[in-house]
Each structure stands twice: as C-alpha cells, then as structure tokens.
C-alpha cells in the first residue's frame, strides 16, 4: 500500500459528558490533533467523520458540523462514514482511500458518539438496530443480549468460561487505571467480575455488567498525511497493512462461536504486513463484551477454536505477557462511544508507537495491531501500524 502516516492526535475523556455538546466534542479532539501535527485548519485537505448517531441525538448531517465547531474549515470538503461499531475506522479508510488515489496529501479523521442523552432502554433500542432485525431486533436486553446469546452457545459447546470472561474484564480494568481518557479507572479484581452481586448482576445468559462495555460520549480525531511532517510534535506512525472483510448479518447464517470474519482479517492482514503474531508489541481489540475479546483471541490465531479461555488465564495477553491485549484497558475500561471507538484504539496504538503513552505503555513497542469490529463478528478491520 502507498505510504500513510498518523502525525497527530487528540482524545477528548469518555464519560457522561453532559456538559459538552458535539461541537464543543469536536473541538476537544480537533484542536490537540492539529496542534501535534503542527497543522492549521487551512492545511486539511478533507475531513471524514465517523458518527454512528442512529437517534442518540436530534442532529444529522453532522458532517457540517466541524465547520460550526472550527468556522476555519467552512470550506473544506467533509463527509460521514457509518459502519455500526467499526465507524470510527470506516472513517481512517475513507480518507485513507482518498490519500492514496491521489486526491488529498493531509486529512482529519473525527469520532464521536454522545450517547447519554437517551435512557438505558432508548441505548438498547437503538443498538439492536446493528443486528439482523428482522430475526434478532426484538431481543429485550439489546446488543448484550446478541452477545449473551454467543456466550451461551460457546458455553454449551466448551464449557463454563466464567473465570476467563473475569479475568479478562479484571485485565482490561486494571490496564484502564492508568489511561487518562478512560470512562471508568476503576480496579474491580477477578472476585468482583466473577462473582455476581447485587452490583454486578447478570445481564443476559452468562454475561454479567461487567463483562459488558459502558455507554459513553466522547471524540477522538487523528491528522493523517502521505509524507511525515517536519513541524509535528509527535513521532509518526506509520500503516504497514489495513484489511477489511465483512460476514453475513444474521446469526443464523454463521457459527455463532466463532469469528471467521475477524479470523480471515487477521490472516490477510498479518500476510500483508509480511509479520506474524510474534512481532508485535501489543494488539488494541474490541472487546464490547468479554467474549468478544475471547472469540477474537482465537481469530487472531493466539488459540485453537475453543481454546480462547487458556490465552487469558496463562497471561498471555496481560500487560506483562507475551503479547499485552488492550493496554489502554478497551472498550470495558476506556468506554464504547460507538463512532469514536475505532478511531480512539488508532490514537491508542499511536501513543503506544510514539512511546507517549504513559502509564499505558508498554516497553520499546515497534509494531501494534488495531482490530475494530462492526456488529456481531460482520464488519472486520484491521490495521498493522508501526513506528516510522
């Protein structure tokens, strides 16, 4: 693939963030991401927009609304992109397309999402809308129902998978301390995430609260460039492959314990960056619900089909294991607004490449993997990103 390079940043918190509007969101994220690139407004050549929306707020179209945040980029070129849990990087292959066919040399990536302006059922209600409707729209418990629904059947068939489903949840929460962007920086330990309680009830089928990612709002937004640039103030970072594949829609066409969408991403996009697992640092992953983190430990290749629990519960993927798992915590810890968490993972490996990333890093990190994932195991991306 030609050349392409993260040269800027920014990364607003992820919470109930009740005081901020989207544009002051966008200014929070925009501004930082600029000013680390060494950029101005006028040396944007296009703006992508990741924004799941979907009801959260009253506004669409909100890919004018950069230019009502910042009236500097009035004219500049700006577009949406919406792909369930993967719009955030919809968005980074959007204008990452857009560079490479020669249009634009530097782009602005946003995501947002500001979800707590609706109740809990309203959030329920408006996710489910990312699953086969017409078969699993009526599910009262939403998208953790979906996925308390693979949970299940990977228990049937594997066994009870609890301790592992902890101990993941305990990881990412303990990683999540020490990000300062996460929705909730709070160390619950394996005996509060395994056992159920009056504070961590069952949610749907084997998945407790806390194996489920938050409700968030927040934005995140990236500066990227054909060529690396002399003013910025962060060191670049640079693809060395992107791979998207998608599954079908419906459950019922797949194996619902498995995700061969992500398995495939995983194989192409490891071939194309001519690396294997052993050469990387640390892998960024969707875990919007512990058994996605799982499911996805066997689709990166770390585990046989069934044998996910084993990564986790050896330490593989601890922040002092052989390969660290979502050492900014993930979506559990650092929350899940839904259009900017693909963009947040990038700005996370970024960090983690540039040796930015604080309490979060992991040492002499070189070669990081992002995987984002749309809806149930359907929209798969992958992003092999190392230092320039």
Not at 156 to 164: I, K, L, N, T
């Amino acid at each position: 693939m030609s050349n392409a390079y993260i040269v800027g940043w920014g990364h607003t918190p992820f919470g109930k963030l009740d005081k901020l509007d989207l544009e002051q969101m966008i200014r929070d994220a925009v501004q930082p991401a600029l000013d680390s690139a060494g950029l101005e407004p006028k040396d944007i050549d296009g703006i992508f927009l990741g924004h799941f929306n979907a009801g959260f707020v009253g506004q669409d179209f909100t890919a004018s609304l950069p230019a009502v945040a910042m009236p500097e980029f009035r004219h500049t070129p700006a577009v949406r992109a919406e792909n369930a849990c993967a719009t955030g990087s919809a968005a980074i292959w959007a204008a990452l397309d857009a560079m490479a066919a020669g249009r634009m040399k530097r782009t602005l990536v946003i995501g947002m999402e500001k979800m707590n302006e609706l109740t809990m059922p309203q959030v329920a209600a408006t996710l489910i809308k990312c699953s086969y409707v017409k078969e699993e729209g009526t599910d009262p418990a939403g998208f953790a129902g979906i996925f308390g629904g693979i949970a299940s059947k990977y228990f049937e068939r594997f066994g009870d998978q609890s301790d592992a489903l902890a101990a993941i949840s305990a990881k990412n929460h303990s990683n999540g301390m020490h990000n300062p962007y996460a929705h909730m920086r709070r160390d619950f330990g394996f005996d509060f995430c395994r056992t159920p309680s009056e504070k961590n009830p069952f949610v749907s089928g084997p998945l407790k609260r806390s194996d489920c990612s938050l409700v968030s709002d927040g934005a995140a937004a990236l500066v990227l460039s054909t060529e690396p640039l002399r003013g910025a103030k962060v060191a670049p970072v640079l693809w060395r492959s992107r791979t998207h594949v998608n599954d079908f829609l419906p459950m019922s066409r797949r194996d619902p314990t498995r995700f061969e969408g992500a398995a495939l991403a995983w194989q192409k996009g490891l071939a194309s960056a001519q690396a294997g697992l052993g050469d990387l640092s640390f892998v960024e992953t969707h875990d919007c619900f512990t058994i996605a983190e799982m499911l996805e430990y066997e689709a990166m290749g770390l585990a046989p089909h069934g044998q996910g629990a084993r990564v986790i519960l050896d330490g593989i993927t601890r922040k002092d294991g052989k390969l660290p798992v979502n050492p900014s915590g993930g979506l559990k810890s650092k929350g899940h607004p839904i259009g900017a968490t693909g963009v947040s993972q990038h700005v996370m490996a970024a960090m983690q490449l540039s040796g930015t990333a604080g309490g979060m890093q992991v040492p002499n990190a070189s070669v990081g993997a992002v995987f984002n994932m749309g809806g149930s195991g359907v929209a798969s991306y992958l992003s092999i990103l190392e230092s320039a």
